[in-house]
Structure formats: C-alpha cells, structure tokens
C-alpha cells in the first residue's frame, strides 16, 4: 500500500470518533443506517481519512453525494457536510484535510 493510499484511508479509530460526533445518524437525512465512511474531499482527490474529513452518511445520501447526477443535490449535500464539519472544527480547511507527497 502506498503512502497515499495509507494516508487517505480511513482507520477504524476515526470511524469510532466520527461516528460518535456524528450521534449515529446520517448528518444529512438523519437516517440511523449509515457509516461513518464518508469523504467531504474524496480519495480521488487527496482526501485524507481523518476525522476533519470523514462524515457519517446513509447509503442514499453518500450516493448523491458521490455518484449524483443531480448537481444542485450534490452541492447541497456538500454545503451541508462543509458546514457540519466547521461546527466541530472551526480551523477547518481544504489544506488540512489534503494529502500532500513531501519530498
């Protein structure tokens, strides 16, 4: 596994706090089946999976999210995960959730 991947993972350790800060529920819908295995900045795009990254989404909701062709649905959703994450993290930034390759 390279760094990146290693470092964009998301270690069970996170999921427990993530899912604890997010009362067990969807933080979108309110659903109480979902997972605490959500990137606000995905993988793909560097995300690191730290707890300043991660939200507990359902399956529905991480889909739109994710794989929506609706893209008011999926800026909504990414509004209100933004918003979620600077309530628990007032120095949140795209910066801190980035994975960076030091040389």
């Known amino acids: 596994m390279s760094k990146r991947s290693k470092a964009c993972d998301i270690p069970m350790k996170v999921k427990h706090k993530v899912w604890e800060r997010d009362n067990h529920h969807c933080i979108i819908c309110g659903s109480p089946y979902a997972m605490p295995s959500a990137h606000y900045l995905a993988r793909s795009h560097s995300g690191l999976g730290i707890e300043e990254n991660i939200v507990t989404l359902c399956q529905k909701c991480h889909h739109n999210y994710d794989n929506g ?32 390759k030091r040389l």
């Open 69 to 100: 062709k609706d893209k008011q649905v999926k800026e909504a959703i990414k509004g209100k995960i933004e918003a979620h994450l600077k309530r628990f993290y007032p120095n949140w930034s795209i910066d801190l959730i980035t994975y960076k």
